[in-house]
């Protein structure tokens, strides 16, 4: 096969900021030098849950070096609105959560303003705190409205009763999934200032500016052409940056207001641990119907989420996980019912995979109990039951294209020897003298792409292309790069629709003040979505070149010459395009039926590793993937991807224990919150699968979140085919392995 030209389509180019970032010329936002800045902190509740009585300021503080800015001294709304509006910026009575914030203290020097937090005291009234999905659903303190529930959904197909009468056997499970930290290299960190006109910007490490804008719009109530918001490079978000950053922005924008100088407020680690969103903790129960021959008659599941105090982004993340709640199975018979409650910790929020892994962690070991049950090898039970073309999901949308689940599976079987091993694995831990038992497990998943059912509708994206009267070809969108490499994806499709070099075009920085509304870097859209829109305004110019000059021009001269005619007297020929739904793409809000999204992406992955005998650490010998995304725009960046959010996945599945005793991350340090280093990353052979999709840029699907999907249920399966042991929940630590043993009375 003929290779791609250099920086077009398929070619794994290296990325844009790459030098920039090698060589440490990346600006993140506490490189960046403000004269005479405030440095913020932040002032936080001690208790899980009760009342502020009384805030008390030491006199013997110099607090007139001090800026100290509290709920008063909101000009607008005192709430960060996101999907609701139910979170105070500053607290001034409830405490719903620990660390919440009461107020923000700033001071040229940030020692000193960490110091002023020293000399506050606080006293509460305590209450009895929430801090359990039980404790929630007892209902015995009501935090949120009648039932402590801040969503609920319900979906069916068919008839459960019916499904379960033929049945040969009815498997049932319960799965635990626990909280997980996003663990970004970067802190959180806002720079925030007013200018001359009044404008309030705020500069920062952010995956959404238009949702930080929209949110001090309302906290500050001042229209929208008065406020900006501008990305800096961010060392890394996982879903993590995607709300927070507007609580973080209005406390250092408000000491920006008060005290009339510019406020840079950056988190250190434990801070940002304890008091910034994690991966929400679920219950997920399994009931299913199966035939002797191991068809899949009725899913019967329940998922409860754990939300925490506010309800951030928790229905969208209990909605995409309701909606895969059955993996990637064809069943005529199915019930989900899902629930997200409210508990006085602090609020989950989103996180990559973004409610999938956990409903894909029951889903796949669902699928191994029922194996188990049935005396099947797991993988051909998945065979049997794997969407294709033509499959009826639970909500009634027809697969009609690009469905490579099963091509993952048979790739991921073949590459990883996953026959030969689990032969060759048995024997081994039939030995004496051994020193580990070894064992490989498997998972297949999907993931919608894009926002689910309506919301893209609602969002109505937009994208543009420009060109300057210099000859600068810009791509204006507010997505933005995390790390991902979504700004070299970019030009890389406007080249390919211009039929232009990629180094001649370049992409603008996210900022509220320059480039549309292409909605948030979240739910694996920037591809597929953003990049749609990109490839469309880029024809546009392309069209308008043609036109111009008869051909598009292939250097920076030529396109000077055609921007003569094409600017028009203006500094810039801008084609911007809106999102378009799709006429057969159809969705029922209120009834939970019809497409989902637009299309899935698939994966299956094999995890290959032992568990030492003595002591029972478990040792990642390899990881295969196979990922259908549908057109790798940089094969290179896509398999970067996948590694880093499978070694995610493995994190979570077998090292990162957050420790929430009574409502506080006990272990916020990198210390004593383990995450994977590049020791414990096993060897990783990533194959992508393309099953091009129609109405993405030149095939293109959803890829980010989909590695973290998976693996996890993975590892427990490898780890029952050593030990022989189920695990039902995660992390998978030594002292449980050992437990089991002991337990089960077998030798040590």
Not at 196 to 205: E, L, M, P, Q, V
Not at 424 to 453: Q, V
Not at 517 to 535: D, F, H, K, Q, Y
Not at 554 to 573: F, W, Y
Request: glycine letters at 10%; aromatic letters at 8%; hydrophobic letters at 40%.
């Amino acid at each position: 096969m003929p290779r791609p030209p250099a920086g077009k389509v398929g070619a794994g180019v290296a990325r844009v900021d790459a030098a920039l970032k090698l060589t440490g010329g990346a600006k993140y936002i506490d490189d960046y030098r403000l004269p005479g800045c405030l440095h913020g902190a932040t002032l936080r509740t001690a208790i899980a849950h009760g009342r502020i009585r009384k805030v008390s300021f030491d006199p013997a503080f110099p607090w007139d070096q001090c800026c100290v800015a509290r709920a008063a001294d909101i000009p607008g709304a005192n709430n960060v609105l996101f999907i609701e509006a139910d979170q105070p910026l500053l607290t001034e009575d409830k405490v719903m959560h620990p660390m919440q914030p009461i107020l923000v203290v700033g001071h040229p020097d940030r020692a000193q303003a960490y110091e002023a937090l020293k000399h506050i005291t606080v006293e509460y009234e305590e209450e009895e705190p929430v801090l359990t999905i039980a404790e929630s659903l007892a209902g015995k303190k009501l935090l949120r409205g009648e039932d402590n529930v801040f969503k609920k959904f319900l979906i069916e197909k068919g008839s459960v009763e019916e499904g379960f009468a033929p049945a040969d056997r009815v498997v049932e499970g319960e799965y635990r999934v626990p909280h997980q930290e996003q663990a970004y290299i970067e802190n959180h960190g806002i720079a925030a200032w007013v200018e001359k006109d009044g404008t309030i910007t705020a500069h920062g490490s952010l995956q959404c500016p238009y949702y930080v804008h929209k949110a001090l719009v309302k906290i500050f109530a001042r229209p929208p052409e008065q406020i900006r918001v501008i990305n800096a490079v961010t060392g890394g978000a996982f879903g993590g940056k995607e709300d927070y950053p507007s609580l973080i922005a209005g406390h250092a924008a408000l000491l920006a207001l008060k005290s009339g100088r510019p406020v840079k407020l950056i988190y250190d680690r434990h801070e940002d641990m304890a008091a910034t969103t994690k991966r929400h903790p679920a219950v997920v129960r399994h009931r299913t119907a199966v035939s002797r021959d191991g068809r899949l008659l009725a899913q019967d599941l329940v998922i409860i989420m754990d939300g925490g105090a506010f309800a951030t982004c928790s229905g969208v993340v209990l909605s995409r996980g309701t909606l895969h709640a059955t993996g990637p199975y064809e069943c005529p018979n199915v019930r989900v019912r899902s629930s997200v409650v409210a508990t006085n910790t602090p609020p989950n929020g989103a996180f990559r995979g973004f409610g999938v892994p956990q409903a894909i962690f029951a889903a796949e070991l669902q699928m191994e109990r029922i194996a188990a049950a049935l005396g099947l090898d797991s993988v051909e039970l998945r065979r049997r039951n794997a969407w294709k073309v033509g499959t009826v999901t639970s909500t009634g949308q027809v697969l009609k294209e690009s469905v490579g689940a099963l091509k993952c599976l048979e790739l991921c079987v073949q590459k990883s020897g996953y026959t030969r091993k689990r032969k060759e694995y048995a024997a081994w831990n039939r030995s004496k003298g051994k020193p580990t038992w070894r064992g490989i497990g498997f998972a297949l998943c999907h993931h919608g792409a894009g926002f689910t059912g309506s919301g893209e509708v609602m969002l109505a994206s937009r994208a543009a292309v420009s060109l300057a009267k210099d000859g600068r070809i810009k791509v204006l969108a507010a997505a933005t790069d995390l790390g991902q490499g979504a700004a070299t994806v970019f030009t890389q499709i406007a080249a390919q629709a211009l039929g232009l070099p990629a180094a001649l075009v370049e992409v603008e920085v996210p900022d509220t003040a320059l480039v549309p509304n292409s909605g948030p870097t979240v739910a694996s859209r920037t591809t597929m979505v953003i990049g749609r829109l990109i490839e469309r305004a880029a024809a546009g110019l392309k069209a308008e070149l043609v036109k111009a000059a008869g051909r598009v021009p292939q250097d920076r001269a030529g396109l000077r010459k055609a921007a003569r005619s094409l600017c028009d007297g203006g500094p810039a020929r801008r084609f911007e395009v809106q999102y378009e739904k799709p006429e057969d793409i159809t969705w029922d809000d209120q009834l939970y039926r019809g497409e989902a999204y637009g299309v899935f992406s698939y994966a299956a992955v094999a995890v290959d590793l032992e568990v030492d005998r003595l002591t029972y650490e478990v040792k990642l010998r390899k990881v295969t993937t196979a990922q259908d995304i549908g057109k790798a725009i940089n094969p290179v960046l896509a398999k970067g991807q996948i590694m880093g959010g499978t070694a995610q996945a493995l994190g979570w599945a077998l090292l990162e224990y957050a420790d929430f005793r009574g409502g506080w991350m006990r272990n916020s340090q990198l210390t004593n919150y383990l995450i994977p280093t590049f020791a414990d990353t096993p060897p990783m052979d990533v194959l992508l699968v393309e099953e091009p999709y129609s109405r993405g840029p030149y095939g293109a699907k959803g890829l980010g979140e989909m590695p973290m999907d998976l693996s996890a249920p993975a590892v427990v399966a490898a780890v029952h085919d050593a030990t022989g042991f189920w695990f039902d929940s995660i992390p998978v630590l030594p002292e449980r392995i050992c437990a089991e043993f002991i337990k089960a009375e077998r030798p040590l």
